[in-house]
């Protein structure tokens, strides 16, 4: 008869980690970063009157770890209208204040809570941040977002991203002194840390990735040079906001291109020099961009989960994460540098699982903790729910079909994760999730809200349909 797990799935998920800068977190389980999409302009600070609901139910989760939705580093370049912003004044009044706001609420219930930084680079649409009209997205090499095939993805493509510009050296500069500025800013604050978004093909991923780096100069042209602005960026930042200030990293594991992207054994070397540095205290590992066609998560919006958690055995491992097997070669390298695995857990026993195996020592929960914000306290972490039914709810997004009848793929391919931006939009308006909500009604929603609010508002909005996130993404 075969031996059961020594330790109960719930103590594994429970245990508390100490990451190298010292920082205890409580348990195992991340609050992923998921875009809220509520900062309004002109400044775009933190929508105090928003995260009051909407962080205030995280932070009371039990989550041993929160990290934000995306903080952006230029107010000229967005992913979506409705980022917060760390603007050049963030540290001056009154937009400071809404600043140490935030890092208290995130923060109220011990769990401690760090910043996600971000630039999308070239996915930066039209609208998005405040730019004349005639300036294009930045990218590592002037390659432009493909989109669909037909004519009509094309026009739309180029009306809504264009060709992006070739970064200069100037341009790398500035973004290194963003990036450093908002990591002081989310330090002064008091927040815990923060994270540099290097994946889902925003900027950061864009260097890291043969497809969209195509520079001979020294940030380009060898996965070593491929390295040089994550590496500048980890060491100023570092110099910046030394321990026990968090620092971490999200990096692909791989592109999913068809062909020229980056690949898993490019990916391994970016992940190796990150947990070899010294300077770095958690990777999360996540996959693929907004071009891509094959990687799970960006294709599980219609997949139906687990009605039953599955059970645990020390002969057969479960494996309900997305990106585990990279995880696992990870892992081989031997670091004592904690790995994030984001994208696909929905069971207590699969997380567990994930633990046990040594895949990873952190469970990132993204698209859950828009659905279900009380999921750790109320589920996975309770002792009074047995292992069968201690999983999380199914990510079917409803309503599929009509996305499907949208011509143009620029929009269509990005309605499904609309669904999890309007069930944000009502946890800070105070109202609960609405998981039966479909893409048709979700749409018909925003139209309720142009004629109440304006095409201004509407433009947004059909911005924000345009698949240039890390859903679930945490993204």
Request: proline share 7%.
């Given at each position: 008869m ?7 799935a719930r ?14 977190l409580?348990?195992r ?9 509520l ?12 995260f009051?609901?909407?962080?205030t139910q ?16 230029d ?23 809404k600043w140490?706001?935030w890092a ?25 941040g ?6 294009m997205?930045i990218c590592p090499?002037?390659v432009?977002?493909?989109?669909g095939?037909?004519?009509l ?12 510009r ?5 341009d ?24 540099l ?6 900027l ?15 940030y ?29 990293v999200?990096l692909?594991s791989a ?7 980056l690949?898993q054994?490019?990916g ?13 205290d958690?990777?999360?590992v996540?996959?693929?961009n ?8 960006h ?17 057969t491992?479960?494996?309900e994460?997305?990106?585990t097997d ?23 026993t699969?997380m567990a699982d ?50 499907n ?5 620029v ?21 609960r ?6 893409i ?16 201004a ?11 240039l996130?890390?859903?679930g993404k945490?993204?």
């Amino acid at each position: 008869m075969e031996k059961p797990p020594k330790m109960s799935a719930r103590d594994l998920i429970a245990q508390p980690l100490t990451l190298p800068c010292g920082l205890v977190l409580p348990n195992r389980l991340v609050k992923c970063p998921m875009q809220e999409t509520l900062a309004v302009e002109p400044f775009y600070d933190p929508p105090i009157d928003k995260f009051e609901n909407l962080y205030t139910q995280w932070a009371a989760a039990d989550y041993g770890l929160i990290i934000t939705g995306q903080v952006q580093i230029d107010i000229r370049y967005l992913s979506i209208k409705g980022d917060v912003v760390c603007h050049e004044n963030a540290l001056q009044e009154p937009h400071f204040s809404k600043w140490k706001r935030w890092a208290q609420i995130a923060q109220a219930n011990g769990a401690p809570c760090i910043v996600q930084l971000a630039h999308p680079g070239r996915m930066s649409p039209a609208g998005a941040g405040i730019r004349p009209a005639d300036m294009m997205p930045i990218c590592p090499s002037s390659v432009p977002v493909k989109l669909g095939d037909t004519w009509l993805d094309k026009m739309a493509l180029q009306k809504v991203l264009g060709t992006p510009r070739a970064c200069t050296l100037q341009d790398i500069d500035d973004v290194v002194a963003g990036w450093v500025h908002g990591a002081r800013v989310a330090k002064a604050a008091g927040f815990a840390g923060c994270q540099l978004h290097g994946a889902h093909g925003f900027l950061l991923s864009q260097f890291l990735s043969p497809y969209t780096n195509q520079r001979t100069d020294d940030y380009g042209g060898s996965p070593e040079k491929r390295l040089t602005l994550l590496k500048r960026l980890v060491r100023e930042i570092r110099d910046a906001c030394p321990p026990p200030y968090c620092l971490s990293v999200k990096l692909n594991s791989a592109d999913y291109m068809a062909t020229g992207g980056l690949s898993q054994e490019e990916g391994l070397q970016q992940v190796r020099w990150l947990v070899e540095c010294g300077m770095v205290d958690f990777v999360e590992v996540s996959g693929g961009n907004a071009e891509q066609t094959s990687s799970k998560l960006h294709n599980s919006f219609a997949a139906k989960t687990i009605d039953r958690a599955p059970q645990r055995s020390e002969s057969t491992r479960i494996r309900e994460a997305y990106f585990t097997d990279f995880a696992e070669k990870v892992q081989a390298l031997r670091s004592t540098v904690p790995i994030q695995l984001s994208g696909g857990f929905r069971s207590r026993t699969g997380m567990a699982d994930a633990i046990d195996s040594h895949a990873c020592q952190l469970i990132g929960l993204g698209r859950t903790a828009v659905l279900d914000p009380t999921l750790p306290r109320a589920v996975l972490l309770n002792p009074s729910v047995a292992d069968e039914a201690a999983f999380a709810p199914s990510h079917i997004v409803r309503g599929q079909w009509f996305a499907n009848l949208i011509p143009v793929k620029v929009v269509g391919s990005g309605l499904a994760i609309q669904f999890f931006y309007y069930n944000m939009r009502r946890l800070g308006d105070g109202l609960r999730s609405c998981p039966d909500a479909s893409i048709p009604w979700v749409v018909w929603e925003g139209v309720l809200e142009t004629v109440r609010g304006g095409w201004a508002r509407a433009l947004g909005r059909v911005l924000q349909s345009m698949p240039l996130v890390g859903a679930g993404k945490g993204r």
